[in-house]
C-alpha cells in the first residue's frame, strides 16, 4: 500500500509578525488612550478649580463645540491655567481650522488681561501715520512701558506687510492693525508668548471668520469708516499719539479699554 504523501504548508514568517505588531499597536494605542482620557480628567478638575466652577461645566462648555480631540482639549485646559485665562469669558477660545479641526485662541480680551497682569507693565500708548494710502494709515505703533526700565519698548507694524485679504481686514482695517501692533508689542516689549494665535493667521472658515468679527466690532457691533481714530469718541479730544501711561481721572484697564474698544 502506497502512502500517501503530505505537502508541507510554509506560512510567511513576516505575516505573522505584522500580526503581532497590529496586536501591540493596538494594545498600545488603547492604553494610550485610557492615559490620555485620566489626563483630560486630571486637567479638568485643576482647571476648573482654578475657574471655581464644577467640572462638569466646564466640559459642557467644551463638549458644545462637537467632536475635539483629546489632546486639544488638554491644551485648552494647560494654556488656560498657563495664562490664568478664563474659556467662559471668551478669553481663550476653541476655533475651527481649516483643516475641519480645532485649534486653541487667545482673544484680544486675553491678550489685554496678560498685558495687565504682568508685573512690569506701566502703560502704553498707540501712534498712528499721517500719511495715508487709499484712506488708510501706513502703520501703527504701540509702545509699552516697563516699571523695570528706563526706555520704553516700540514697535511698528506696517499695514501692507500684515493685511490680509480676509472679510474682516475689509471692514475694519485700523481696529485689526491696532490688534496686530498690540500683540507684536506685547510680545517683544513683555515678553509674553503663546504656542498658537489665530489673529495672526486668518482662516477661511465662515466660523473663524464669526468669531473674530464679533471680536473686532467688541460691543457696538459698527464698523468705522471715519478717519483713523485711537477707539475714544471725542476725538477733538484725541492726539495722534496718546500716552495712557499717564495717571488721570480713569484706571488704567478704563485707559486701555478706551483704546481698545468704540
Given at each position: 500500500m502506497k502512502t500517501q504523501s503530505h505537502q508541507k504548508i510554509n506560512i510567511p514568517n513576516v505575516a505573522l509578525i505584522d500580526i503581532k505588531e497590529d496586536l501591540i499597536e493596538a494594545k498600545d494605542h488603547h492604553k494610550s488612550?485610557?492615559?490620555?482620557?485620566?489626563?483630560?480628567?486630571?486637567e479638568l478638575q485643576n482647571c476648573a478649580q482654578y475657574l471655581a466652577i464644577e467640572p462638569e461645566e466646564l466640559r459642557a462648555w467644551i463638549e458644545q463645540h462637537g467632536v475635539i480631540a483629546i489632546k486639544t482639549k488638554i491644551a485648552l485646559l494647560r494654556m488656560s491655567q498657563q495664562h490664568q485665562l478664563d474659556p467662559l469669558k471668551g478669553e481663550i477660545l476653541l476655533l475651527p481650522s481649516q483643516n475641519e479641526s480645532w485649534q486653541v485662541h487667545?482673544?484680544?480680551d486675553g491678550w489685554i488681561r496678560m498685558i495687565h497682569r504682568h508685573p512690569a507693565f506701566a502703560g502704553l500708548s498707540f501712534a498712528i501715520s499721517s500719511e495715508l494710502e487709499n484712506g488708510l494709515p501706513i502703520w501703527m505703533e504701540c509702545t509699552i512701558y516697563?516699571?523695570?526700565?528706563?526706555q520704553p519698548i516700540t514697535v511698528r507694524e506696517y499695514l501692507a506687510e500684515v493685511k490680509r485679504e480676509s472679510?474682516?481686514?475689509q471692514q475694519m482695517p485700523r481696529r485689526m492693525l491696532r490688534h496686530?501692533?498690540?500683540l507684536q508689542c506685547a510680545k517683544i516689549g513683555l515678553g509674553l508668548s503663546i504656542g498658537e494665535s489665530s489673529l495672526s493667521r486668518e482662516s477661511s472658515n465662515k466660523a473663524f471668520q464669526a468669531n473674530i468679527q464679533a471680536e473686532a466690532q467688541g460691543n457696538t457691533g459698527s464698523v468705522d469708516t471715519a478717519q483713523p481714530s485711537m477707539g475714544v469718541k471725542n476725538r477733538d479730544k484725541c492726539p495722534e499719539k496718546m500716552d495712557i501711561s499717564k495717571k488721570g481721572a480713569c484706571s488704567q484697564s478704563e485707559r486701555l479699554k478706551i483704546l481698545l474698544e468704540e
Open positions: 488612550d485610557d492615559w490620555l482620557s485620566r489626563l483630560l480628567q486630571k487667545i482673544s484680544i516697563r516699571a523695570d526700565q528706563t472679510e474682516i481686514w496686530k501692533t498690540l
